[in-house]
């Protein structure tokens, strides 16, 4: 699609379309330092507060593979443009927010247009880095950008609701989509050659959305209303029958949207398992170890955001340069485990972060683990995701590995969000004082996700396949 791109011109290329990538990646993060003036700037309770984070993470979960799939048939740019433009007016919307379900309808169709950004997004990158060695270098840059992004939402969250007011979270977005929609037209060829059939698998993307929808719903809704409640029980139940009939349908439709033969790819399908499991320990350090300097240290909105900083440089300088040497010389196999394994022992340190917590002894050290073990495994994740899959399909192994990341996020979010709760809840009926309560609820979050993180590093070393260096992919292209 993009072969004939100049070489200058392609690396301008994967910038902008990181640029668009970062902006979907921020959005699931930059929100939940400004929820607070939110609150009081729309009049939100506690419980309807919730659905500023959830209507995007719905709707972004539930249209990953459909948006993917979609790219495939109808082309990759013209996808990404759809989406970038989609994302940017919806930012508007949100940042023009008036009332409370303009906001969150505004947000449900942000999730839309960040899901097809984020599933086409990798499929580009693919077609314009066709030679291992710099499709390693650009998966490196993308890797940062995917891994990154969260943390560097937390601290621009908190400098644009510190400096100005949370309107700006989101129209922060709007000269970033304009400049990113501009610089494709110009650096990316138009794909009018259909990769597809050019056929949709109708009744295929109406369960398999619907059925991620509501398994998304169930997993952000079971705290607050129970995970052995009838309703939760009952939703749960409903996404699993509608992917059983899914998989049905997949296996006897000519184009199918999902071809279930992806799968027997060893690497491909190891490298989702992992990526549900580094998800959820992934967000449990966003958003618990910002609940704990937030609730427990008393950080700031912008000493927060600071707190991250470490991670975030330790991360680039691995995730620009130092991680495609490392899958170059070792292959994928061995920077994924153990990068895995050094985050594990990043949120182990944070296990350990007593109430009167010093920033250089009790953050910094688990933040420098955790940018380490980012920084060295996202790339390999990424690359053990999209290898051996063939061009028609890359479209569609995006979207899956990206809808991995989102459906183990929410649920190890979720997991972790209720042992946390149920575990403070415990030491206060117990005569605990609300802070040291709330630390010790933090601390079997972050062991959690410590265990979460570890089992990757283990699925990785045990099940990947390895490959002879940096070959992997390229004998699909």
């Known amino acids: 699609m993009t072969k004939n791109t100049p070489v200058s011109n392609r690396w301008l290329a994967l910038i902008v379309l990181c640029l668009g990538v970062l902006m979907t990646v921020l959005d699931t993060t930059i929100v939940n330092v400004a929820l607070p003036s939110i609150k009081n700037g729309l009049g939100f309770s506690e419980t309807s ?67 097809i950004v984020s599933a086409v997004a990798l499929s580009l990158i693919m077609d314009l880095f066709t030679e291992s060695t710099e499709r390693t270098k650009a998966m490196g840059v993308f890797g940062f950008v995917a891994a990154g992004g969260g943390s560097i939402g937390v601290f621009l969250g908190g400098l644009l609701t510190n400096t100005l007011d949370w309107h700006w979270i989101f129209l922060v977005n709007i000269p970033i989509g304009i400049i990113v929609f501009v610089l494709c037209i110009f650096l990316l060829s138009n794909d009018k050659s259909k990769t597809n059939s050019g056929r949709l698998d109708i009744a295929g993307s109406i369960t398999v959305t619907a059925s991620l929808m509501i398994a998304v719903y169930a997993i952000v809704k079971g705290n607050e209303i129970g995970w ?215 601390h079997i979050a972050f062991l959690v996700g410590a265990f979460f993180a570890a089992l990757a590093g283990v699925v990785g070393a045990t099940l990947l396949r390895t490959t002879d260096k940096s070959k992997t992919m390229s004998s699909s292209h």
């Open 228 to 442: 052995t409640s009838t309703q939760t029980i009952g939703m749960l139940a409903a996404a699993i029958g509608l992917l059983a009939i899914f998989l049905w349908i997949e296996s006897r439709v000519s184009s199918p949207l999902m071809p279930l033969s992806l799968f027997k790819l060893r690497n491909v399908a190891t490298a989702n398992v992992v990526g549900v499991f580094w998800a959820a320990a992934m967000f449990a350090w966003f958003f618990i170890s910002a609940l704990y300097l937030q609730l427990v240290l008393g950080y700031s909105p912008m000493q927060v955001g600071l707190s991250f900083l470490p991670s975030n440089l330790i991360m680039a300088v691995f995730s620009l340069g130092l991680s495609a040497k490392l899958v170059n010389h070792f292959g994928i196999k061995l920077p994924l485990s153990i990068g895995l394994l050094i985050a594990a022992i990043g949120l182990a340190l944070f296990a350990r972060a007593p109430v009167n917590g010093n920033f250089v002894f009790d953050v910094l050290p688990g933040m420098v683990f955790l940018g380490l073990g980012a920084g060295m495994a996202f790339n390999p994740v990424l690359l053990a995701a999209m290898s051996d899959v063939s061009k028609s399909d890359s479209g569609l192994a995006s979207g899956v590995v990206n809808t991995s990341f989102m459906m183990g996020g929410a649920l190890g979010l979720a997991i972790l969000a209720s042992l946390a709760a149920f575990h403070t809840n415990s030491l206060l009926a117990s005569g605990s004082s609300q802070i040291v309560a709330l630390n010790e609820g933090y």
């Open 49 to 115: 507060l919730v659905w500023v984070v959830n209507a995007y993470m719905l709707t972004f979960g539930g249209f990953l593979l459909l948006g993917g799939r979609l790219g495939d048939i109808f082309g990759h740019r013209r996808l990404f443009l759809i989406g970038i433009t989609l994302f940017t007016l919806s930012s508007l919307a949100c940042g023009l927010s008036s009332s409370q379900t303009i906001l969150i309808v505004a947000r449900a169709l942000q999730g839309i247009g960040g899901a």
